[in-house]
């Protein structure tokens, strides 16, 4: 569907027929649809078509093209995710991206708002909170205030679904109401509760969608972070309640199943199917809605997908539009939502496709590594930069580093794997690797690299090795002998008999790659699905006793396991999954690193 979606619109995105491009929601939602497949692929014709529609809007000093910070419309927030993505990647000229982030988020500080402080949907619309805000709004603001250390504003955000919850959730029902008017003045507006009259899926749809998104960035040890998880799972049985028993999804009017007019709508039952199957995963609520994730996936496939002639995809069924007031008024009557037009592949069903299938792909695998913890060393490699924000961060090799230096996306293959996350920050010990199914070991820091480096030393080796005794997996990965401490390192390694040999090959000139090819043969134990990857400056490997390789090329060993008590080790000469060699955007892409740090990941999960 993504590749679909960029065949119709190859050079930028238009949302309304007719009408040129501007800088809108539905791009953003798009855009977010876009790398989650970016993501999913570590194909960078993914992340160029992000990168391209961007530099179309944004300029040098960070202005906008369209966009009028004098409307504080919250839909003009939505593509701002996309800028801090392309921020948060190591490219030239990224600075325009903040600058750019920054104009919306001094939107936000002066949107305004309620007697209670929540966000007017629009300045030309006072007074008024509309669902769709919640998801145009706060997943960027969340993901900006964790990024540039704004703390202080997720007790906002907070507010805005509290507010949400204090005044819009039915009573009976549990369903909510698509708009709420603090002034009750407007005609749509209930005289005594300020409410609109009816349940819309989709609006229902973009704040389940929000709360799940927004989750992502909220602080783990915030206090109202146990609140938004409670919306969730207060909202869960209310759409499992409301979901079409015979095809699995949702009619547009959500309550009004048998009503005369009423239809099944694709836009809002993909928002549902997203909601809930991304929200059992990450054990916000019951693992029991699963099925109902699976159930209105299956349903959305045969009711709204079609396969075109050209082999494209087709989503059908998608509601054009649906409002509050403006002009011509609309009143929020269930004859008002009904007239509004169905599209085929309109953007507002076709990007929660995709985000409901990226889902639905990951839960297939989520169980491989379900309670399993994936622990990365911090304390032999330890080196230091300046954050965003110019505090001192750690980075090189760890789960948070975005750029090309880090671990962030074999993290999150873990992650989709269903294990957790942790770093060792001290040295290692029984007490902090008990409880840790796997420990990754990446190349220890030299004096260059490290004013005061932390080396290996015989108690942290009798640690580890007892460690690996009793049942866990160790993966050690070195690097060239310029840029790795290898002697004592070797220490540790000699132990499991794979030693470090100080030789070193595949030595790349620029951007001469084959010069770091290495074949995987078919059949191979660990890289059941990967024929071809990229590793340079390596460093070989010497073997003795029960350990055995993996890979040989040319007489040499470049990677080796063994099997240790209850336990196993992992050994190569490189880093060679860090996010630079395995996001697609460096190397070609006959070069299968990522189906190789998802190959490896399995291999060291399933123990």
């Keep these: 569907m993504a590749d679909s979606f960029m065949g119709w619109y190859p050079d930028s995105i238009v949302v309304k027929p007719r009408v040129k491009s501007t800088w809108d929601y539905e791009q953003g939602l798009m855009l977010k649809a876009i790398e989650k497949v970016w993501r999913r692929t570590a194909d960078t014709k993914y992340y160029d078509y992000i990168l391209a529609d961007m530099n179309r809007f944004v300029a040098e000093d960070g202005s906008i093209k369209t966009y009028k910070t004098e409307d504080y419309n919250l839909d003009n927030i939505n593509s701002g995710r996309a800028l801090l993505m392309l921020y948060q990647q190591t490219q030239p000229g990224k600075d325009k991206f903040r600058k750019a982030a920054d104009v919306l988020w001094h939107q936000l500080e002066n949107q305004p708002k309620t007697k209670e402080g929540a966000y007017w949907h629009k300045q030309r619309y006072p007074f008024q ?13 969340a993901e900006y205030a964790k990024t540039f250390n704004h703390t ?50 989709r609006a229902i749809g973009w704040y ?74 990450m054990g916000y609520i019951s693992p029991i809605y699963q099925a109902n994730a699976k159930k209105g996936y299956a349903g959305i496939l045969k009711e709204f997908v079609e396969k075109e002639a050209d082999g494209s995809l087709a989503l059908q069924k998608t509601v054009s539009v649906g409002g509050l007031g403006g002009n011509p008024y609309r009143d929020g009557t269930y004859e008002y939502y009904l007239s509004e037009p169905l599209r085929k592949n ?13 889902e639905m792909e990951i839960l297939e695998e989520n169980n491989i590594g379900k309670g399993k913890k994936v ?37 999150d293959v873990f992650k989709q794997y269903g294990a957790k996350l942790t770093a060792i920050k001290d040295k290692p010990t029984a007490a902090n690797l008990k409880g840790q199914n796997v420990y990754i070991i990446v190349d220890p820091d030299t004096k260059k690299e490290t004013a005061t480096p932390n080396f290996m030393d015989k108690t942290s080796i009798e640690n580890i090795k007892n460690w690996v005794n009793a049942g866990g997996t160790l993966v050690l990965m070195a690097n060239d002998t310029a840029n790795c401490e290898i002697p004592k390192f070797n220490e540790l390694s000699k132990t499991f008999g794979i030693a470090f040999s100080g030789k070193s090959r595949n030595m790349v000139q620029g951007t001469q790659w084959h010069q770091g090819l290495v074949d995987i043969p078919s059949g191979n134990q660990i890289f059941k699905n990967t024929q071809k990857v990229y590793v340079k400056e390596l460093v070989t490997l010497q073997l003795s006793g029960k350990a055995y390789p993996i890979i040989e090329e040319g007489g040499d060993v470049i990677m080796a396991a063994t099997n240790f008590g209850k336990g196993r080790v992992f050994v190569i000469g490189d880093p060679w999954l860090y996010n630079e060699y395995v996001d697609g955007r460096r190397i070609p892409k006959e070069y299968q690193n990522y189906q190789a740090a998802k190959d490896l990941a399995k291999w060291v999960l399933s123990k």
């Design 129 to 141: 909170i509309w669902l769709d805000g919640l998801f145009m709004a706060e997943p960027f603001s």
């Design 152 to 201: 202080e504003h997720f007790d906002h955000i907070a507010k805005q679904f509290a507010q949400v919850e204090k005044y819009m959730v039915d009573p009976k029902t549990g369903l909510i109401f698509h708009g709420y008017d603090e002034s009750k003045s407007e005609k749509w507006a209930d005289k005594k509760t300020g409410l609109s009259p009816h349940f819309w899926s």
């Design 208 to 281: 389940g969608m929000a709360l799940v998104e927004v989750l992502d960035y909220f602080p783990e040890n915030h206090p109202e972070r146990p609140k938004l998880i409670k919306y969730l799972q207060r909202l869960a049985p209310v759409l499992a309640k409301y979901q079409d028993p015979k095809s699995g999804v949702w009619y547009q009017m959500t309550a009004l199943a048998g009503k005369k007019g009423n239809y099944l709508e694709a836009s809002a039952s993909c928002m549902f199917v997203y909601t809930l199957a991304k929200a059992s995963r």
């Design 346 to 358: 309109d953007l507002k069903g076709v990007g929660p496709f995709i985000f409901a299938s990226m």
């Design 375 to 411: 622990a990365l060393d911090y304390y032999f490699n330890r080196e230091f930069r300046k954050d965003w924000n110019g505090q001192n961060e750690q980075f090189h090799y760890t789960w948070e580093d975005t750029y090309h230096s880090g671990f962030l996306w074999w993290g």
